[in-house]
């Protein structure tokens, strides 16, 4: 004889559903990981969505609801950046090697900044050392923002 009610079997179908639709979504994680981490991917979050057909959108809501899911995210992002400096750190090497100019210039400043890395002025470059007035150097940030240093040397 069966004992379960109507109302059982509901809620049985209910928690079938909800199981698969766990199962689903820890696939999506997955599947959605598994090719981020893909070398052909590097770390490119919205080339991982295309390739797997899972829309951005709904990738970053699990990310938002799921600190597991958003730190495995995170690392294989972190691995791929790191792998993809140690490629272009390869590359300026050969460069070097063969010569290039610019990538001398850029391993230089990269590494022996302080010989040949941009060097701020300290002094003014007018000879007689006058200054900018403070209510023109407030003019020349307003209008020029970050590039108003190449104005204003520091005192």
Same mark, same amino acid.
């Given at each position: 004889?069966?004992?379960?009610?109507?109302?059982?079997?509901?809620?049985?179908?209910?928690?079938?559903?909800?199981?698969?639709?766990?199962?689903?979504?820890? +696939?999506?994680?997955?599947?959605?990981?598994?090719?981020?981490?893909?070398?052909?991917?590097?770390?490119?979050?919205?080339?991982?969505?295309?390739?797997?057909?899972?829309?951005?959108?709904?990738?970053?809501?699990?990310?938002?609801?799921?600190?597991?899911?958003?730190?495995?995210? @995170?690392?294989?992002? @972190?691995?791929?950046? +790191?792998?993809?400096?140690?490629?272009?750190?390869?590359?300026?090497?050969?460069?070097?090697?063969?010569?290039n100019?610019?990538?001398?210039?850029?391993?230089?400043?990269?590494?022996k900044? +302080?010989?040949?890395?941009?060097?701020?002025?300290?002094?003014?470059?007018d000879?007689?050392?006058?200054?900018?007035?403070?209510e023109?150097?407030?003019?020349?940030?307003?209008?020029?923002?970050?590039?108003?240093?190449?104005?204003?040397?520091?005192?």
């Open positions: 004889m069966n004992n379960m009610t109507k109302g059982d079997k509901g809620d049985i179908k209910s928690a079938l559903r909800e199981a698969g639709d766990k199962k689903r979504v820890e +696939e999506t994680k997955k599947k959605f990981l598994d090719t981020l981490a893909l070398d052909s991917v590097g770390g490119l979050v919205i080339l991982a969505c295309q390739v797997t057909g899972i829309a951005k959108s709904y990738i970053y809501r699990l990310r938002n609801v799921d600190p597991e899911f958003e730190e495995k995210w @995170d690392n294989i992002v @972190d691995s791929a950046d +790191e792998f993809k400096g140690d490629i272009a750190e390869a590359k300026l090497m050969e460069l070097v090697k063969a010569g100019v610019s990538a001398v210039t850029l391993a230089l400043k990269r590494y900044p +302080e010989k040949f890395g941009d060097k701020k002025i300290t002094k003014s470059a000879p007689e050392g006058h200054t900018l007035s403070p023109f150097q407030d003019f020349l940030k307003k209008a020029y923002g970050n590039k108003s240093d190449k104005f204003i040397k520091p005192q």
